[in-house]
Nanobody, 116 residues
Framework: QLQASGGGLVQAWGSLRLSCAASGRTFSRYDMGWFRQAPGKERELVATINRSGGTDYADSVKGRFTVSRDNAKNTVYLEMNSLKVEDTADYYC????????????WGQGTEVTVSS
């Protein structure tokens, strides 16, 4: 089970930190991802962090967002800086276990609204 939190209303150029807490004892074996979906748009992959700590980002957030994980706390984070109005969306965390290529487990969304 995944529980995302940390969303809210922030002004442009502000920062937010999202958290996603996972239940279970095998969190370290999972690859984790952050997705977002804006109203009227398709869901997009924002950032990933694999079980080894390797990260990847969508071009739209590179240099502004940082994904990290704390396996001792069963938690993955998304630090979002220099937020833009276009970052407004519901953000979701998801998990998959290697060698699965599809994210199997999903948390509920946390809403991020960036005002101009």
């Amino acid at each position: 089970q995944l529980q995302a939190s940390g969303g809210g209303l922030v002004q442009a150029w502000g920062s937010l930190r999202l958290s996603c807490a996972a239940s279970g004892r095998t969190f370290s074996r999972y690859d984790m991802g952050w997705f977002r979906q804006a109203p009227g748009k398709e869901r997009e992959l924002v950032a990933t962090i694999n079980r080894s700590g390797g990260t990847d980002y969508a071009d739209s957030v590179k240099g502004r967002f940082t994904v990290s994980r704390d396996n001792a706390k069963n938690t993955v984070y998304l630090e979002m800086n220099s937020l833009k109005v276009e970052d407004t969306a519901d953000y979701y965390c998801a998990a998959k276990i290697w060698p699965t290529t599809v994210y199997t487990y999903w948390g509920q969304g946390t809403e991020v609204t960036v005002s101009s």
